[in-house]
Structures are given as structure tokens and as C-alpha cells.
């Protein structure tokens, strides 16, 4: 079954008891047992929710995987992978990640006793330099948020087994209509499917997906303990959300390199990040490991006053938080996304104050270059 169809025929279909086309919306949080453990496979909406198993399932086939988790937030996803690991333990964690994602290590699991070092995963000497005998697990994006760094996850998995670390992507921004990192051997992917898989701004949530059964045992194990799971109506979302993925992703991208190549021919933008550009670092790399270059774009206006100017201007591009939806989002990621990383280390970093961040929308790509010309000039 290709992509395009498994997103329309994939995981758990229609409703058996009625004939209904779309999973119904299991609006319920108990169920009834005909004796003390026998039952029709739901106990407790915290434990399994049908409309939230659907999509568990739903997204496990997506990427390949043993076994799917649904959660409330792409960061309580991350949260509940990192609640898997014990105190004392390490990490090597990309050093361009989301800002939520360096802040819930930082600041709230390193008070568990969770340790972390931050190494540019693109340079695969420096992260096996970064592991030590206490490290259990390598976390990073590709390409990374917001410098677009592409890694290459299959190099990566390798000196993970090596080390017998377990490898964790974060496929935010490649969804798995463009790269599946457990095929190239991840042992976990998450999602902060608040982004592209909803892909319509109307709901949070967050996906995992895990290698093998004995880690989905351990998973699930914490997913109930903790309890940060995604509720049915949301997950219906989702699952209504993603079957127009591949339609979606293909139009984001198409926008997306054609305006990476306008903004590249510009002599007034000093540099523009997009995977698709012939020019970019990762250029090669992802054409091996994925089946596209997405639809995000940063670059660089020279200062936060003319950055301030085009957030401004824009008409077409809404100043906000987030990305990944039908319309097209902008936001600069010193201020906003990447905020609560330090000054000093997004500068070290390249993620400077005239730094903008595009997610670029399925409209028209005509009036979103239009839109940009006028805001830049």
C-alpha cells in the first residue's frame, strides 16, 4: 500500500457496529466489565480510549512502528519518553532543538536528576565524543528547529547501537509522509502533531511511536502512570486531520522552494536556510534519507527592526506561535519559539534577532511572494 493510501485506508477503519465511514468519537471514561478483568479490551479512558487506540494504531503504521501513543501536547509526548529514563542517567540532545523541548530538560528534568549535553548531531564525531557510560539515549531533530540542520539519522543509529543508547527523533517537521526515521533505525519518533499531521491550528497534541514491543510495554507502562493523554474529540481530529497529509505536504513544499529560491535571489536578505536550496549543507543528505525537504524556511533580514518592519507589513502571513497549517505562519524564533534558550547561546547558535522563521501555507504561492516584496521593500 502506497503513502497516499495508507493515509486514507491505514490503522482502524469506520465503525463495525454501524457501518459509520469515520471512527466514531468514544466520548467516555469508564466501561463496563462483565466480571473483576474481563472485559472488551477498555477499562479506563486514562489506560485506552477506542477513538484514541484508532489513532494510536493509525500512526504506528504511518511510521513503521510497534506500537502508537497519543498525548495531550507534543511536549507531554516528550516528557513521558523522557520519564523513561532514571536519575543519573544522560543525554546527548541536539544542540538546535525546539526551545520548549531544551527548556523540559534544562529546567524541569534536570531537577529529576536527568543530565544533558548539546552537540550539532549534523557532526557525528562530536556525538560520539558526547556519550558517556551513563548516556541512555541520543534526542535531536532533522532537519532542526529553527536552522533547518539536517543529521543523518542512519549514521546516527549505528553509533547508538554502538553505544547501547536508544536513538529519538523528533519528525515534527518531515511528518511521516516525508521521512520515517524508524526504517532508517531511530528506536523512537515523536510528533508535536499540533503542527502539520492536524494541520488546520484547531487542536494540540502529541505522537509517539516506539521500534519494538518491549519498549511500547514500557511506554504505555508510563503513558498511564503519568496520564497525559490525548482525549477523543481530539483524537478524531487528528485522524480526520491526516488523512489529507500527503496533498498537504506536497503544496507546503512546493510553496516552500519556490519561495526559498525568490528570497535566495535577493540581495538585501543576508542568508536563507531551506533544505531544498542546491546550496544548503544538508542538501544531499536528506534527498538519501527522506522523500522531500518540507515547508520551512528561516532567514535572516539583518536586524530585529526590520524583522519587526515585515512582521508588520504581512498580510498573507499571520505573526504567531506554531506551524504546519494550511495558512502560512511567521514568527522570529529569538523572540518567540526560542525565547527561554539563553542570548548568549542563540548566539553561538546563528539564531540571531533579524532571524524569521516562515511555515509556509498551501495558499496561493504567487500572493505569499507578493506579500513578501511588499513587506520587504
Given at each position: 500500500m502506497r503513502i497516499k493510501t495508507r493515509l486514507i485506508h491505514g490503522g482502524i477503519e469506520g465503525d463495525?457496529?454501524?457501518?459509520?465511514?469515520?471512527?466514531?468519537?468514544?466520548?467516555?471514561?469508564?466501561?463496563k466489565q462483565e466480571a473483576i478483568g474481563v472485559h472488551k479490551g477498555f477499562e479506563y479512558s486514562r489506560t485506552g480510549n477506542?477513538?484514541?487506540?484508532?489513532?494510536?494504531?493509525?500512526?504506528?503504521?504511518?511510521?513503521?512502528?510497534?506500537?502508537?501513543?497519543a498525548f495531550g501536547s507534543g511536549m507531554a509526548a516528550l516528557s513521558t519518553i523522557l520519564s523513561l529514563f532514571n536519575k543519573g542517567d544522560h543525554l546527548v540532545v541536539g544542540d538546535d532543538v525546539y526551545g520548549g523541548t531544551y527548556r523540559v530538560i534544562t529546567r524541569v528534568f534536570s531537577r529529576l536528576g536527568l543530565e544533558a549535553t548539546y552537540v550539532d548531531t549534523s557532526d557525528l564525531k562530536a556525538v560520539e565524543a558526547a556519550i558517556r557510560p551513563e548516556t541512555k539515549a541520543i534526542v535531536m531533530e532533522t532537519p532542526t528547529n529553527p536552522l533547518l540542520k539536517v543529521s543523518d539519522i542512519s549514521a546516527l543509529a549505528d553509533i547508538a547501537k554502538s553505544k547501547n543508547v536508544l536513538l529519538v527523533v523528533d519528525n515534527t517537521f518531515m511528518t511521516p509522509y516525508w521521512q520515517n526515521p524508524l526504517d532508517l533505525g531511530a528506536d523512537i519518533v515523536f510528533h508535536s502533531a499540533t503542527k502539520y499531521l492536524g494541520g488546520h491550528s484547531d487542536v494540540?497534541?502529541?505522537?509517539?511511536?516506539?521500534?519494538?514491543?518491549?519498549?511500547?510495554?514500557?511506554?504505555?507502562?508510563?503513558?498511564?502512570?503519568?496520564?497525559?493523554?490525548?482525549?477523543?474529540?481530539?483524537?478524531?481530529?487528528?485522524?480526520?486531520?491526516?488523512?489529507?497529509?500527503?496533498?498537504?505536504?506536497?503544496?507546503?513544499?512546493?510553496?516552500?522552494?519556490?519561495?526559498?529560491?525568490?528570497?535566495?535571489?535577493?540581495?538585501?536578505?543576508?542568508r536563507v536556510i531551506y533544505p531544498g536550496l542546491s546550496g544548503h549543507s544538508?542538501?544531499?543528505?536528506?534527498?538519501?534519507?527522506?522523500?522531500?525537504?518540507?515547508?520551512?524556511?528561516?532567514?535572516?533580514?539583518?536586524?530585529?527592526?526590520?524583522?519587526?518592519?515585515?512582521?508588520?507589513?504581512?498580510?498573507?502571513?499571520?505573526?504567531?506561535?506554531?506551524?504546519?497549517?494550511?495558512?502560512?505562519?511567521?514568527?522570529?524564533?529569538?523572540?518567540?519559539?526560542?525565547?527561554?534558550?539563553?542570548?548568549?547561546?542563540?548566539?553561538?547558535?546563528?539564531?540571531?534577532?533579524?532571524?524569521?522563521?516562515i511555515s509556509v501555507g498551501i495558499e496561493d504561492v504567487q500572493d505569499l511572494i507578493e506579500d513578501l516584496e511588499q513587506a520587504l521593500s
Open positions: 463495525p457496529n454501524t457501518g459509520a465511514v469515520s471512527v466514531p468519537i468514544y466520548q467516555v471514561s469508564t466501561y477506542p477513538t484514541r487506540h484508532a489513532l494510536e494504531t493509525y500512526i504506528a503504521e504511518l511510521e513503521g512502528g510497534a506500537r502508537g501513543f494540540v497534541a502529541g505522537l509517539v511511536v516506539v521500534k519494538d514491543a518491549q519498549l511500547g510495554e514500557e511506554m504505555h507502562y508510563v503513558q498511564n502512570a503519568i496520564g497525559g493523554v490525548l482525549g477523543p474529540q481530539d483524537s478524531w481530529l487528528l485522524l480526520r486531520g491526516m488523512k489529507t497529509l500527503g496533498l498537504r505536504m506536497e503544496e507546503h513544499e512546493h510553496n516552500a522552494r519556490t519561495l526559498a529560491k525568490w528570497l535566495s535571489e535577493r540581495s538585501d536578505i543576508k544538508g542538501h544531499e543528505l536528506i534527498q538519501k534519507q527522506a522523500r522531500g525537504f518540507g515547508g520551512m524556511i528561516s532567514f535572516d533580514v539583518g536586524s530585529a527592526e526590520r524583522a519587526d518592519e515585515v512582521l508588520a507589513k504581512v498580510k498573507y502571513f499571520t505573526l504567531a506561535e506554531s506551524l504546519g497549517a494550511v495558512e502560512s505562519l511567521i514568527s522570529v524564533p529569538a523572540r518567540m519559539t526560542h525565547a527561554s534558550i539563553p542570548a548568549e547561546r542563540r548566539a553561538e547558535l546563528g539564531i540571531s534577532d533579524g532571524l524569521v522563521r
